[in-house]
């Protein structure tokens, strides 16, 4: 045997023998969605290009705007100044340490990956610090196509030697996923190369066949599949199945503890139920969907259907957050989803947002769209501040209020959220809409335009306006280039259970909730179509079997969470003693508009306050109660932890 270190020189001077080949883009840069899925086999539902879509005045405007004035510049003003842009010039000749934990260089291409959507959106204020990075990023990669800068000078004896924890085809995934965004972004292939480069000194020595290849974090599935839609290469699609399939040479070599907590080392099509690190298992199932998008592999689809039952089910928060355990990150048990010690990275549930979108496009079936906007609502948009200065790690659903616990954040050394929570924002436009053989979808509602074309290539514009989700009217336009038949699907979320459909002013009678409701017809321009969507209050229970939410119920509107802040009890009532009074008057909560959270209204609700303060810890139990009335108010859950240290509660207890 080769020492490692003579394995790598031959192996160096055979990359460098070899061109790197050039792959031809597909379809033209401008025609390609976040999850392109324009050829996929699989695909039900496609995605419409951020481009097509100009959102109008609106709730996600205002985030997107503070992304893009406040927590995009910020952000890379910690990168400078955290050394995490200094680690990649460190190997171009600048005399620094190398800061930070392994795998930093991913955050910086999430970051990039964000600023690449606002350009894709028009908006180009952080274009040149793009640029700059793109630069900085680029001058770095080796020769032979590899690019890391943890494993490099000093430390480049541990190069592919930590696969399990090591992150090295992690920062891959993001370095491709933020070159194929600025490529649709600007038709620049030069970022993406880079990560090409790198995929191809990987396929000349990894594989079937060759050494075996694996990371402990899957993220490199995804990547590759969109590098293949964006190419046409199959290898890169290929190479995603390796990793999804598993090498069988890693049979017996990976814990069983560690099966579990990365989600790879046996192949995707036996797991059973999501389980381990909640980021990981997310990711690997989006990688797995899409391979299924492209392949139409059964299996795949029957082992997704069972684990998003699973996580559906019996392991998803009210907030769309996942992953209820502090140690390893980790999904609990089924029913396992306590408040106060959630763990529900943002990350998480941006993972459970990326899955449902794939699943959307796999099935076409509404269900996936209720997810997606629940976590895009409550358990993604918590994440970010209102003033996106700052993060949240953990997306808790209740508070003590204490000071030592510091929930928000402008940095942690794992910076994985922050960037991540951009890049979704950032990408936003491009999840509205989708195109089906029929005609076009509306997965979300925002007041926007689409500017697309129907699948006979026809041009078609779509104009939603809407206060939503303040409200639950949703105005459209619809604009074919000439009158044609197709099919206008609109989706009726599962919460609302009086729904409201007119189709230029006439009523179409009933709709079904928790479905697309579509309407086939002969549209002419200037149609119109309004849908009432049903705001009223909800109360939801937990199954029993959640103990932590035995007798109590969350409160919610629309898509929106609410809960319940210290700071905003009227008259110094403490919230532990206050329980909602739903006797009788369910759904008698008002709103207050407010302009602080994002222009929704704050709840008054109908409460009771207990009067005695029991002293001690135990005490007997009293026959009756001495309740008085009172009123709680209630916030939108995402608004938590704003302004200042307060007691929180999404679930709270209630009487009827
Ligand atoms: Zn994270």
New binding site residues.
């Given amino acids: 045997m080769l020492s490692l270190n003579m394995r790598l020189s031959v192996f160096f001077v055979l990359v460098a023998m070899l061109p790197c080949a050039p792959v031809k883009a597909q379809s033209d840069w401008r025609g390609q969605a976040v999850v392109h899925l324009e050829a996929s086999p699989g695909a039900r539902v496609r995605g419409v290009p951020v481009s097509a879509v100009q959102l109008g005045p609106g709730f996600w405007t205002e985030r997107r705007k503070v992304v893009t004035e406040v927590s995009i510049p910020t952000l890379y003003q910690e990168f400078e100044q955290r050394g995490i842009l200094d680690n990649f010039r460190r190997l171009a000749g600048k005399q620094v340490a190398r800061r930070g934990p392994i795998y930093t260089d991913s955050d910086v291409y999430k970051w990039m990956e964000a600023v690449a959507f606002e350009v894709q959106s028009g908006e180009r204020r952080n274009q040149p610090l793009l640029e700059e990075a793109i630069r900085i990023v680029s001058a770095t990669q080796e020769e032979n196509g590899y690019l890391n800068t943890r494993y490099t000078m000093e430390r480049l004896s541990d190069r592919h030697q930590n696969m399990l924890h090591g992150h090295e085809l992690y920062c891959l995934g993001h370095l491709l996923q933020a070159g194929i965004a600025w490529y649709r972004a600007t038709g620049k292939r030069d970022l993406m190369d880079v990560g090409i480069r790198f995929v191809r000194y990987l396929q000349l020595r990894f594989g079937p066949e060759k050494e075996p290849l694996y990371d402990g974090h899957p993220e490199i599935e995804l990547a590759l599949i969109e590098l293949y839609r964006t190419t046409g290469d199959r290898s890169f699609l290929d190479f995603a199945g390796y990793f999804l399939n598993s090498d069988p040479r890693l049979k017996g070599r990976i814990s069983q503890r560690d099966l579990v907590y990365t989600f790879i080392g046996k192949p995707f099509t036996e797991r059973t139920q999501m389980e381990g690190h909640a980021?990981r298992a997310g990711y690997a199932a989006s990688g797995a969907a899409d391979y299924y998008l492209e392949t139409g592999d059964d299996k795949y689809k029957g082992t997704l259907e069972r684990l998003w039952r699973d996580l559906a089910e019996s392991k998803v928060y009210i907030t769309g957050g996942i992953g209820s355990r502090q140690t390893g990150e980790a999904f609990g048990e089924a029913f396992e989803l306590p408040n106060q010690l959630a763990y529900t990275?943002?990350?998480?549930a941006i993972a459970n947002f990326f899955w449902n979108w794939r699943m959307l496009a796999a099935t076409g079936d509404a269900r996936h769209a209720d997810l997606l906007e629940r976590a895009l609502y409550n358990g993604i948009n918590s994440g970010l501040s209102l003033d996106g200065r700052l993060y949240c790690?953990r997306n808790p659903l209740e508070l003590s209020g204490n000071s030592n616990d510091r929930i928000r954040n402008p940095w942690y050394d794992?910076t994985?959220?922050p960037p991540?929570l951009q890049r979704v924002l950032a990408s936003l436009p491009g999840y509205l809409f989708g195109a089906s053989s029929e005609g076009i979808a509306v997965h979300l509602y925002h007041t926007a335009t689409l500017d697309w074309r129907l699948p006979d290539g026809q041009p078609l514009k779509i104009r939603q306006t809407t206060t939503y989700p303040l409200e639950g009217t949703v105005h459209f336009s619809v604009e074919p280039g000439r009158e044609t038949t197709f099919e206008l699907g609109l989706r009726i979320p599962a919460w609302s259970s009086n729904t409201k459909v007119l189709v230029n002013g006439e009523d179409v009678g009933s709709v079904q909730s928790g479905a697309y409701h579509r309407i086939r017809r002969q549209w002419k321009p200037g149609d119109r179509v309004e849908l009432r969507l049903d705001m009223r209050v909800r109360h939801t229970l937990a199954n029993p079997r959640v103990r932590d939410n035995v007798g109590k119920a969350a409160v919610e509107r629309g898509p929106v969470v609410y809960c319940l802040e210290g700071l905003d009890q009227p008259d110094g009532l403490e919230p532990e003693k206050l329980a909602l009074d739903l006797r009788g008057n369910a759904g008698a909560a008002t709103g207050v508009p407010s302009r602080l959270l994002g222009g929704l209204p704050v709840l008054q609700h109908p409460a009771v306050e207990q009067q005695e303060s029991p002293s001690g810890l135990y005490h007997p139990r009293q026959a009756s109660r001495n309740w008085k009335p009172a009123q709680a108010r209630l916030v939108p859950y995402f608004a938590f932890a704003n302004r200042g240290f307060t007691p929180m509660q999404v679930w709270i207890p209630y009487i009827e």
Avoid: F, G, I, K
């Fill in positions: 980021v990275e943002s990350c998480a790690y794992t994985c959220c991540n």
